[in-house]
């Protein structure tokens, strides 16, 4: 199993910035794709932005120029920079990994998900 755990969710005014960060855990033998995807009240869960196992980040338009997905493999952890806070970035901030890990002896791939990290922007 992937255990992932975020943290760096917060309170911030417009304009403001914060930085996001999620470090996987568990039986993984391999990480491909990481990423970050958001809830707000009522709406669909929508993708931030993705970073592959190669580096090659790709983002939502919404998020372009303002923020930036990375990602350390040695620690199996990805971040996100956040800078220039709207208001409609308010939302609940979810990791999400594609891995592969041990499930009942058996290395196997699978998405994964974190428990989300509320980031709310005032203005």
């Known amino acids: 199993q992937v255990q992932l755990v975020e943290s760096g969710g917060g309170l911030v005014q417009a304009g403001g910035s914060l930085r996001l960060s999620c470090a996987a855990s568990?039986?993984?033998?391999?990480?491909?794709?990481m990423g970050w995807y958001r809830q707000a009240p009522g709406k669909q869960r929508d993708l931030v932005a993705t970073?592959?196992?190669?580096?090659?980040?790709n983002y939502a338009d919404s998020v372009k120029g303002r923020f930036a997905i990375s990602r350390d493999s040695a620690k199996n952890t990805v971040y996100l920079e956040m800078t220039i806070l709207k208001p409609e970035d308010t939302a609940v901030y979810y990791c999400n990994v594609y891995a592969k890990a041990l499930i009942t002896g058996v290395m196997m791939w699978g998405d994964y998900w974190g428990q989300g990290t509320q980031v709310t922007v005032s203005s």
């Open positions: 970073i592959t196992g190669s580096g090659t980040p």
């Open positions: 568990g039986s993984i033998g391999n990480i491909n794709s």
